[in-house]
């Protein structure tokens, strides 16, 4: 009797998920799979032996990717990041200036609109305004996390322009932008930089 016997690796999917697939261009299903390899008698395994590693597939495109992948932001949680970062920015900026600014607060309005909440609006800005800054770090930490470092610095300059709206930056303003900057994962030396490109190419530095 002829006995076949041998090496293989077999996989099992320890997670599932919802990932963007640069392959693909866009949100994809994954499975998370761990590979073991194992000792087989007539093709199935019998003896488990060592691990080879874990991987990332896309359940469209087969493609495999190293576990890094799932920290890359998916389309939908950017979509929510943005605003939700914009609003936690704008509310800061707002409170070390004037926040009864009519200007200043239509400012802030348009710029979490233009990042991506279109309905957003005073009464969402007023209940905003009530949030102290340590409660909305998280938000801007995330956001921040999901840019490139140009990306970061347009909007960074976002938010400088609402403390513009009505007039020159003040010290307290300076200091909230500062302080975003650094939240967005900026170096003060770059947000320094942004406040001061932002301010020139509206005539105020």
Known sequence: ?????????????????????RRCGGDRQYRHRAGRRWFTLFFLPVIPLNAVGEHVQCTTCRTRYVTDALGQPTTAQMQAALPSGMRAAASAMLRSGDPNSPDARQSAVEAVRGAGLHGYDEAQLNADLTQPFEAIRPALNQVGSQLTVQAREWYLADVIRIGMADGPLTDGERQAAVAIGMDLGMTHAQTIGVIATTEQSAGRG
């Open 1 to 21: 009797m002829l006995i076949i016997f041998g090496l293989r690796v077999f996989y099992r999917t320890i997670a599932q998920g919802t990932f963007h697939c």
